[in-house]
């Protein structure tokens, strides 16, 4: 089980016995649960092993709902217990007194389906959830998919936001607290697969692995909303990955900022950094200015500075309400790194997309805690003006790293080679009388050696020379590649493994790692 947790990179194991244990053999049991949580740490560092309340030091399977002395034997072994959803309010109090000093070890099961729940569960889970806070336990939330299996795909999206406004006031926030901070705002999933503004696969597609870092929940566009403010996931359109984060609101015409908040965040600004992103108009009036902002704060006591990073090359115009502002100009071509370069810089537009790159030095940052990262947009027209625009990307890489040119993949490989369901080795061509047309196999690279946090690698490949089509995207160091349409019997396929990091940068395409394979 360890070998197994290691090998697919596991956090941990949840271990639920389901049946009744005899007697003679609980000794045996608790010796397993000591084992393989002192053996998950020592090969996963920060790995948990969590016991469910299931059956007892008797062998019985009788759900305490709480902790106890029927189940502390098994808590005591491992990291945390899972407790069953039947709970009241007098065990968790009991609960939080057997846990002794691991208070946050008891996660408290709460069942979103609300079978024998207190509050009954869906939109009204609040009210279990509040309770385990206010014993100061943890929380094991079982079936959020409440919110598809029940009301469906019809307004998925809202009644999602619905669900986790509910439950807000009780979760605790985790932010980033280090560079680099990288989002495409991609879920895992799309109607369509983007690189750099384009459109390179029209097929819907589903791989969690890919998902990107998400805004923080704030939901400050719930309830009371004058300004008609919110943000969703966009699937229409993207820059990178399977969509983009789309922003509407009404901008006040008092001067006033509209502001919509994408990261909470604690980095210590401890370098000079650069800042890109990628922003597409749909409909913004003449006279409203848009900015990414960076909320710093350095000192306590000490009023807040913010950093806005405009869109337009020259602002004329600068938001005057911030006397802790500052603006600053986007970089021209030749000022920009070569790592943050993208395939055609000139104009900076790929597809109507917008792409922008920032230096900010340390004059600017001196040592300050990045807090918040955002949208901003504002006018000083005196009539109110109508916001509609897609962010594709935000990156804030340190400049360290940026200067670090991302490197090829190496020793690429193929096997599992069939053409027209005929198999041949690895190390052998495929005969050329086969009369073959498709083609499957699998790649295999090695991770380059610098700048090793590779998020995912992005697949192509051209058929005798023609222009590069892309195959598909993986995180793993292997792509299985199936049926692939050749165009005859003899000729040679260039596979092209180009690696993206967790910076957000991709490498150069043309300086990527390529395989010929002629068949």
Not at 137 to 157: K, Q, T
Request: charged share 20%; net charge negative.
């Amino acid at each position: 089980m360890v070998n197994i947790a290691a090998h697919h990179s596991m956090d941990g194991w949840l271990i639920n016995i389901e049946n009744e244990i005899q007697y003679d053999q609980i000794d045996n049991l608790v010796i397993f649960v000591r084992l393989l949580t002192e053996k998950m740490h020592r090969m996963i560092p920060g790995s948990q092993v969590i016991w469910y309340d299931s059956v007892t030091v008797n062998g019985d399977l009788t759900w305490q709902n709480e902790l106890n002395d029927l189940n502390s034997i098994f808590f005591d072994e491992c990291d945390a217990i899972f407790l069953n959803y039947t709970w009241t309010n007098e065990k968790l109090v009991n609960s939080a007194i057997n846990s002794g000093t691991r208070l946050h070890d008891v996660f408290v099961g709460i069942d979103v389906f609300g079978r024998g729940m207190i509050g009954g569960g869906g939109y009204n889970t609040k009210e279990a959830l509040a309770l385990a806070r206010k014993a100061q336990l943890s929380i094991a939330l079982f079936a959020p998919g409440w919110v598809y299996e029940v009301n469906g795909s019809r307004e998925f999206d809202a009644n999602e936001e619905r669900f986790w406004y509910y439950l807000r006031p009780y979760l605790p926030m985790h932010v980033s607290c280090s560079l680099p901070l990288s989002s495409t705002f991609c879920q895992g999933w799309g109607k369509r697969t983007y690189m750099h503004g384009q459109a390179v696969s029209n097929d819907p597609w589903s791989n969690l692995s890919m998902q990107q870092p998400q805004p923080t929940l704030t939901h400050s566009e719930m309830g009371y909303n004058p300004h008609q403010q919110y943000k969703w996931l966009h699937l229409e359109d993207g820059f990178l990955g399977g969509g983009s984060m789309r922003f509407v609101g009404r901008l006040p015409n008092s001067g006033s900022p509209l502001t919509y908040r994408l990261f909470d965040t604690a980095i210590n600004m401890s370098s000079s950094v650069y800042v890109s992103y990628s922003l597409k108009q749909m409909h913004m009036d003449a006279g409203a200015n848009l900015f990414i902002y960076l909320v710093l704060n350095k000192d306590e006591g000490e009023k807040e500075k913010r950093i806005l990073l405009p869109v337009e090359h020259t602002v004329t115009t600068i938001y005057a309400g911030g006397d802790n502002d500052t603006t600053l100009q986007c970089l021209d071509d030749l000022d920009i790194p070569p790592a943050l370069q993208l395939p055609v810089s000139k104009g900076r537009e790929y597809n109507q997309w917008q792409c922008r790159v920032f230096r900010i030095d340390m004059d600017i940052l001196d040592g300050s805690i990045l807090d918040e990262v955002g949208l901003m947009a504002y006018t000083d027209n005196e009539e109110p003006l109508m916001l509609n625009v897609l962010l594709g990307n935000v990156q804030i890489i340190s400049a360290e790293d940026v200067t670090l040119c991302p490197s090829s993949v190496m020793n690429i490989t193929c096997d599992q080679v069939t053409i027209d369901n005929l198999s041949t080795r690895s190390d052998l061509l495929p005969s050329e009388e086969s009369g073959a047309k498709s083609l499957s196999m699998r790649l295999r690279w090695l991770q380059p050696e610098i700048m090793a946090d590779v998020t995912s690698y992005h697949i192509w490949y051209s058929l005798n020379g023609a222009d590069r089509e892309w195959l598909g995207s993986t995180y793993s160091n292997k792509s299985y590649i199936t049926n692939l349409d050749v165009h005859g019997e003899h000729g040679c396929i260039t596979f092209t493994v180009q690696p993206q990091y967790k910076s957000g940068i991709i490498q150069d395409i043309n300086k990527a790692g390529t395989y010929s394979f002629k068949y």
